[in-house]
Antibody, heavy 120, light 109 residues
Framework: QVQLQQSGPGLVKPSQTLSLTCAVS??????????WNWIRQSPSRGLEWLGR?????????AYAVSVQSRIKISPDTSKNQFSLQLSSVTPEDTAVYYC??????????WGQGILVTVSS | QSALTQPASVSGSPGQSITISCTGT?????????VSWYQHHPGKAPKLIIS???KRPSGVSNRFSGSKSGNTASLTISGLQAEDEADYYC?????????FGGGTKLTVL
């Protein structure tokens, strides 16, 4: 059974970098069939896909246009986890952040979610 | 990468059926069969209920069904139950990326 465990701070100051980690158990981040995603949810924007990292003979990533200039998603194979870094945050980035595994186009396993508030 | 279009809200009485539409473009829903649906109760992680437009993951009730025609996907919930009251989101693969719909609030009257 695949499980995802998220960690990271719940409060980030404006203009700083939001950093979250998602530890994977029951699967490998180096899987050739899955991708590892970050998704956020806010009352004003609903669910918003942010980006993913995945391995297909080499490491690949893809990001939403809305955040592509300030986002980085990275795998850590030694710890079987992946991370999110979102720079230059504003109060608009306040949301519940989820990590999720994707296979065949569906996000079938989700982390528990972390509420990240951007405030001074 | 515009969000997929869903109705903001739908409602139905227990035992009835409802359908939620999800309209995209030829760059996402219309080009791929990789449309998925999620049930989201406040305070919990979203749950995958339909993948690949019409496939039900193991353990999901057969009261949930999905379909797709052209640029529009649909989720039908039959035999509505009180526990179905939640937010529902569609999502489509869009070539390396994904895009969600704006979400639909289902109220069971």
């Amino acid at each position: 059974q695949v499980q995802l465990q998220q960690s990271g701070p719940g409060l980030v100051k404006p203009s700083q970098t939001l950093s979250l980690t998602c530890a994977v158990s029951g699967d490998s981040v180096s899987s050739n069939t899955a991708s590892w995603n970050w998704i956020r949810q806010s009352p004003s924007r609903g669910l918003e896909w942010l980006g993913r990292t995945y391995y297909r003979s080499t490491w690949l990533d893809a990001y939403a246009v809305s955040v592509q200039s300030r986002i980085k998603i990275s795998p850590d194979t030694s710890k079987n986890q992946f991370s999110l870094q979102l720079s230059s945050v504003t109060p608009e980035d306040t949301a519940v952040y989820y990590c999720a595994r994707e296979e065949s186009g569906g996000f079938d396993t989700w982390g528990q979610g972390i509420l990240v508030t951007v405030s001074s | 990468q515009s969000a997929l279009t869903q109705p903001a809200s739908v409602s139905g009485s227990p035992g009835q059926s409802i359908t939620i539409s999800c309209t995209g473009t030829s760059s996402d829903v219309g080009s791929y069969n990789l449309v998925s649906w999620y049930q989201h109760h406040p305070g919990k992680a979203p749950k995958l209920i339909i993948s690949e437009a019409s496939k039900r993951p193991s353990g999901v009730s057969n009261r949930f069904s999905g379909s797709k025609s052209g640029n529009t996907a649909s989720l039908t919930i039959s035999g509505l139950q009180a526990e179905d009251e939640a937010d529902y989101y569609c999502c489509s693969y869009a070539g390396y990326t994904f895009v969600f719909g704006g979400g639909t609030k289902l109220t069971v009257l």
